[in-house]
């Protein structure tokens, strides 16, 4: 029986597309001089941001490129993040159902602190798993599986809720049902297919969750 929900945060938890897009933007015109197609930045969504760093600007330190997109995307934050209609919502039920609910990104722990004080939603959350929690990030299973420690959850008592291909990967090779939500941006299920992942589950809106479980 399900009693576990791990969430993804950026586009599954709370609308950060767009403030992402722009801060990666202006990363590559810092360095670059040029913007880049959406399509090349979107696949990244879900990658720890020093790995993306160290590939899309190999000559330059990863923590000062990330400096860089950091400090860029805190500006533009509270202008640009937006509420999903209907997730918050249905947060507050599973707890009020008494759910255990714990939110797995590959953000750090201060900007997701952060963005939940934004939003003031940190108390809907039971547990907090970041990239700066360990030394693998998804798609490897270990953030789940912390995730899953914190919890005290068995794998087959929780749902990993996501809107990228990292997320559903970390999932199956965590060994825990998934769940892919269609209300952030595409994903490319077919290449995903092709390398082996599926999600368990698609849900179009947040709702839909609870006749899962």
Known sequence: ????????????LLNTNDVILESWQHTYEHYYGRRMPVEHITKCFGEPLLVTMAR?????????????????????AYVWAKSIPGVFELVEELKEKGYKQCIVTSRTTESTLRYLSLFDKGHLFDGLVTCDDTDKHKPEPEPILLGLEKMGSAREEALMVGDGVFDIKCANNAGVDSVLVGWSHYVDEESMAADGYEP??????????????
Do not use: H
């Open 200 to 213: 368990t589950y698609r849900i179009e809106r947040p709702e839909q969750l609870l006749d899962l479980i």
């Open 1 to 12: 029986m399900i009693n576990t929900i791990l969430w993804d945060f950026d586009g599954t």
């Open 56 to 76: 899309e600007f190999p000559d330059v330190p990863p923590k000062d490129s990330a400096e860089v997109y950091r400090e860029f995307q805190k500006d533009i």
